[in-house]
């Protein structure tokens, strides 16, 4: 899985990009798992996703939740 250098999240501008992101991208936690977008209110708070990978509990896949600027490591390529 690919990093997108079209989604950069750090520098002054990140928390803009974060809030802009749309439905259907995939996001890497902090924690190492993977989420798909499934619901962005572009409030700039928060994202809901869905989980579709996770290092330490595979059962928390299909779960959603949601995740925090600060829990966004990167934005990764869709499949």
């Known amino acids: 899985m690919e990093s997108s250098k079209k989604y950069d999240l750090s520098g002054v501008h990140g928390a803009e ?3 802009d992101l749309a439905e259907g991208l995939k996001v890497k936690l902090t924690n190492g798992a993977v989420g798909k977008i499934v619901g962005n209110p ?3 708070a928060f ?4 989980i579709v990978e996770h290092p330490t509990d595979p059962s928390r896949i299909g779960e959603e ?5 600060p829990d966004v ?3 990764t390529d869709p499949d």
């Not at 994202?47 to 869905?50: V, Y």
């Not at 939740?65 to 600027?69: D, M, Q, R």
């Open 73 to 75: 490591q990167e934005v």
């Open 17 to 19: 990009v974060f809030r």
């Open 42 to 44: 572009r409030d700039g």
């Open 65 to 69: 939740e949601a995740v925090f600027y």
């Open 47 to 50: 994202l809901l996703i869905q």
